[in-house]
């Protein structure tokens, strides 16, 4: 659903039924249906208002839910070699030795 503003046209609120297991969402829109240049990205939210309409013209909107497919939080730890700061430099095949 669309609600543009009638006082301000400039203002547009949508609102979407949201999607299951959806990490967020894409709001394109444009002014012609097939050129979708604009969008925003919605995270932890079914609901958007855009602020930055031109007041004539009509406008067309689409919204696409998008999942990263990873988990946000893992119960396990990744175990990794070294301090995690320190860079290896390697010249011709072999590794530099530091000085």
């Known amino acids: 659903m669309v609600v543009r503003n009638p006082e301000d046209r400039r203002d547009a609120t949508l609102l979407w039924e949201p999607v299951k297991d959806a990490d967020g969402y894409t709001v394109r829109y444009g ?6 240049y604009n969008n925003y990205m919605v995270y932890d939210a079914n609901t958007i208002t855009i602020h930055s309409l031109n007041r004539d013209p009509e406008y067309y909107f689409e ?37």
């Open 31 to 36: 002014i012609e249906p097939d050129k979708l």
């Open 63 to 99: 919204v696409e839910a998008f999942d990263s497919g990873t988990d946000y939080y893992r119960r396990e730890t990744e175990q990794t070699m070294g301090r995690g700061a320190e860079i290896e430099l390697a010249k011709d095949g072999k590794m530099l030795e530091r000085k």
